[in-house]
């Protein structure tokens, strides 16, 4: 499971910078804006900072993988950490989190385990401490904790994905409507061993994230993961099944949606004789 997410994540980010699935709905967009841990939303409209952050974080992350180096991850964390010092607000705290998410999983490329799981540590406990999580937080931190797994003992796996789980689910609760939170029950289940229930409802999660618009508001300063990676796995999900038909299916309706999707692109090698 470990070199698994290593693998499809660093390879995705590496060889793919396109705009990928950087959408959100009204419904996240209002959630966020109107968080009670948030300052007022015109305060960080226009800070250069937040603009396109999540494509900043992704750039971040290559530009780490190819100079071998988590300068660039680094320094957007302190900036973000400095813009949050006096305002707790909850959305640049998420970015501050999303940050270390990706920061962890660069390190584990470079086989710094220790300096992976201190920094995967620092963006749950933030995300933890957010007086009112919306449903994004929660979605965020269901994926952060699934990462998080690698580093328990095998007495503690079952708990903490117990926990992605629940938070995943809450952030449904909050908004029904939230495909990241789809994605990441999707990845639970998924990536779960067979012998915790692992691997029995992934394709169903996975299904209504795909069919979730990703965006009918847009805004450069709030999340929007999830579309594309949803459609990888669910491609995966059929091929492992041996259900060829949908996965060629939804091969082909992802790799239109995602033209330039590198780790899309390669399943194209594992259908092409069905």
Not at 95 to 122: G, M, P, T, V
Request: proline fraction near 3%; glycine fraction near 4%; charged fraction near 20%.
């Amino acid at each position: 499971m470990k070199n698994a997410i290593i693998y499809l994540v660093c390879t995705l980010f590496l060889l793919n910078t396109s705009r990928g699935n950087i959408m959100i709905s009204k419904q996240e967009s209002d959630s966020f804006i109107n968080s009670p841990a948030a300052s007022p939303y015109r305060t960080y409209q226009n800070d250069t900072l937040l603009i396109n952050i999540q494509a900043n974080v992704l750039n971040s992350f290559v530009n780490g993988k190819i100079s071998n180096s988590d300068k660039d991850l680094a320094g957007l964390e302190q900036e973000l950490l400095i813009m949050n010092r006096n305002n707790n607000n909850s959305i640049i705290t998420y970015w501050y989190s999303y940050a270390c998410y990706y920061h962890s999983i660069l390190f584990l490329s470079q086989k710094e385990n220790k300096r992976a799981e201190k920094i995967l540590d620092e963006g749950i406990i933030r995300l933890k401490k957010i007086a009112n999580p919306n449903s994004e937080h929660l979605a965020l931190l269901s994926l952060m904790e699934g990462l998080s797994i690698q580093y328990a003992s095998g007495m503690e796996t079952p708990g903490i994905s117990k926990q992605a789980r629940q938070n995943a689910e809450k952030a449904l609760q909050l908004d029904s409507l939230n495909l990241r939170a789809y994605y990441v029950l999707g990845s639970n289940d998924y990536y779960s061993p067979v012998q915790y229930g692992g691997g029995k409802k992934a394709a169903g999660y996975l299904l209504k994230a795909i069919r979730l618009k990703e965006q009918s508001v847009a805004n450069p300063i709030l999340p929007s993961w999830g579309k594309n990676s949803a459609y990888e796995m669910l491609i995966r999900v059929y091929i492992k099944q041996k259900l060829y038909a949908e996965a060629k299916k939804y091969y082909q309706e992802a790799s239109a949606l995602y033209p330039n999707d590198y780790m899309i692109i390669k399943l194209s090698e594992e259908i092409k004789d069905y």
